[in-house]
């Protein structure tokens, strides 16, 4: 056996273990996929959207994986402009390190609390209500469910960094994180839309497909020893568009 011959021996087994026992096949992949949508159509309600991310919805159902809920209301983030003048909340990259954003609160929004802090930037969202709302709500949700069901939500549940991690029933692990959607690709993120490149991959149909995706902000600033100068800022998610 040459060398080409042992290179494509080890191809191919390597790609029939992942197949058959690690990953799945083609078709399971697909099927795997198609589920997570139908998941995500079946938790819609009227003021919040349920979308499945991570790996199990790209369906890699890996050993080990937990599923992401990404959790949006009907709150929409977008960029100011012109002609948009009485936009609920606004996001600015100018003043956050790349990648994250803070999220301004206008004078008139039906928003209010003690999570929106007066700062020299204006009127600015903070990202640990966030943890902490949906902390204490997953916690109480999970008393009535074990006293009114059979079914076992771990009391172990914690917060890991932008995600409430909880155990469902003991058999699967959910991590949910409450966010907010942008429905246009923000001004830093579009050079990415129109970048050379060589392979042809993504092709122009897909990244067609992904512009129509919501972008997300979650509620995590930069890992730093100083908390409170990064609570003000939310990390740019493009994990719907990666689903593609």
């Known amino acids: 056996m040459d060398n080409r011959d042992n290179v494509q021996f080890l191809s191919d087994t390597l790609y029939h273990s992942l197949s058959d026992c690690i990953v799945g096949s083609e078709r399971t992949v697909k099927y795997r996929r198609y589920f997570y949508k139908c998941f995500d159509e079946c938790l819609k309600q009227e003021n919040v959207n ?47 390190v790349p990648g994250f954003a803070l999220i ?18 204006g009127l600015l969202l ?16 999970s008393s009535v469910i074990n006293h009114l069901s059979e079914c076992d939500f771990s009391d172990d549940i914690k917060m890991q960094g932008p995600a409430i991690s909880m155990s469902f029933d003991g058999v699967c692990d959910i991590d949910f994180v409450l966010c907010f959607s942008c429905r246009k690709w923000p001004s830093v ?32 600033g930069i890992k730093s020893t100083s908390d409170t100068k990064y609570i003000f800022e939310w990390r740019l998610s493009f994990s719907l568009a990666e689903k593609l």
């Open 50 to 96: 349920y979308m499945s991310s991570g790996s199990k919805a790209e369906g890699l159902d890996l050993p080990g994986s937990d599923l992401d809920l990404m959790t949006c209301t009907n709150d929409v983030v977008d960029e100011m402009s012109e002609n948009e003048k009485h936009i609920n909340l606004v996001f600015d990259t100018e003043n956050a």
């Open 104 to 121: 301004h609160v206008p004078f008139e929004t039906h928003l209010s609390g003690t999570y929106i802090i007066n700062t020299r930037n």
């Open 126 to 141: 903070a990202n640990d209500f966030v943890k902490k709302d949906v902390f204490q709500y997953m916690s109480e949700l």
């Open 189 to 220: 993120a579009k050079t990415w839309l129109h970048r050379n490149r060589s392979s042809k991959w993504p092709s122009s149909e897909l990244i067609k497909e992904a512009m129509y995706t919501d972008v997300l902000l979650v509620p995590v």
